[in-house]
């Protein structure tokens, strides 16, 4: 989630019938800008599953809808991740394509995430204690206002200069009306000590224009929801709104891309009463107003929750594995991750341990938690493995099993290393089984086919053994397999007696 969420709004961005919508922040797309600003504020302690304290982002969310009341993420996938300090953001089709673009709001009269400034006024304090930071010693926050164009499945493009859509007036809020009643939508928006900006939007491409007449007391047809149907895409689809952006307004229109070759071009509203008036043989270039008392009549519709099928059924309370999770700031050693990487959980891994034809789990540990080792009953219950493995002295990454040629099951942990920098620690612990216990492997004994390691960070604040790799042997496959396995532990796959791991420097 956006930490400061200034502005949210909602379009079906990728027409799958499923509203997505945006938060924007304050993230600079000037990246001079982007290296000279930073939030003071310190992250909250994510607890998974908790949404209140999830994880803020000083950045922009794009959340797609993936239609089963859960939304996938996609700020930076798409392309809106930042827009300089946003007020307001629009989903408009500017060049009535059939697919909303992004239009955002910025700028702000001081640029009060100066990290510059900030130390500026830190050091007058030291050396004057008396001295007030003042306000003006920041300045303004003069960046262009941001266009992305909609390129299809999720995916934007900057066209903020194309698009001529660049003033660098500080502006506010934003708001939708067809000035020239050409039926597109136009743009206006607030500019801080001066004249307002508006934009004329010159697209030329086919469009019809939908404007509600709804029965007392609401005559503008707020809330009602227009569909167009056989125009540049199958189905359009748009609400009409009252206010919704930032301290703004739009007129109650709306338009809709027609594109070149319309079949059976329709317009459906759905009142909010539940009646509902559909429109044939629509003409391209006209603008319709539709009359609620023409509408057929019908029920208020209620969302309907879909019904989650399971087909699996939860085991969890049989394995009787908690994760212990402390909190850390990540922060405070690397300013510049862009989320934090001591909360990805723990690796996992499944191997038959004590050689009865049934995989049994081996979980990673967090910080202070021994690797918990679960044997499968293959009825769907799991034991305590005999005997004890040792708390972890930092987060445990990665984890693999293998089984040594002499059929002896072996595991490896990986160890991260940025809570407490130990660089004299190993990257890894490993074990053997004996009839199913753990044993310690020593150092002598450690006869892993070998073990890639890397960081996952660059320089020396978090590295080590974020991410492992395993190399096939060439002598059996004739080629090299690097296949990465994350933090999130994806187990290691490879075949028994295949596998061969190359231990970096
Ligand atoms: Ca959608
Ligand atoms: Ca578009
Ligand atoms: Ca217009
Ligand atoms: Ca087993």
New binding site residues.
Partial sequence: MSYASMGVDFADLDRDGHLDFITVEMLSLDHSWHLRQSSPTQPLSRIPGRHETREEMARNCLYQNRGDGTYAELGFFAGVAASDWSWTPVFL?????????LLVSNGHLHDVNSRDVSEANARLKAQQPNAQANLGDYPPLNSPKRAF??KGQMRFEEVSDAWAFNSRAIAHGMALIDFDHDGDMDVVMNAVNSAPLIYRNDSTAPRVAVRLKGKTPNTQGIGARIRVLGGAVPVQEQEILAGGYYLSGSEPMRSFAVGSSPKDLTIEVRWRSGAKSVLTNVVPGQAYEIDETFASTGSPQIAQTPTPVSWFEPLTSSLAVSHLQTPHNDFAAQPLLPRKLSQLGPGVCAWDFNDDGHDDLAVAGGAGQPVTVRLNDGRGGFAPVRGELPALPDDGTCIAAWTEADGTPALVVGVANHRVRDDARSAAQSWKFSQGSPVPALASQRRYPGLFRAGRCPGRWLSRTFRWGCIQDDSLSRTRVFSSVSAHGYPVSARRGTERFVEDG
């Fill in positions: 089709d500017v060049d009535l394509d059939g697919y909303e673009d164009r909609n």
